[in-house]
């Protein structure tokens, strides 16, 4: 796949392919992780503001989640839970 796109940017684009390239791949990974972690836990924040997630620590993290299901049709209340060790 990555071949396919060099040739069509090299033989179509005619442009040297740079995105590709290793020079400053490592602070862009960084950045993406830290941005990234960031969106995650803001999501998590809204839905334990919002009640659809608790998390409590007991032996280890927990969490538990009520959602709306519609697999049959008609949404009924599913109860997951996640034990992170």
Known sequence: ???AYVAYVRLIERRP??????QGAVGEFATGFVVGDFLFSLIMLILWLSGVVTIGVGAGWT???DA???RFGRPYMRYQHWHIP
Do not use: C, K, R, Y
């Open 1 to 3: 796949m990555i071949a």
């Open 17 to 22: 392919v740079t995105e590709l390239g290793t």
């Open 63 to 65: 969490a538990a989640a």
């Open 68 to 70: 709306p299901d519609f």
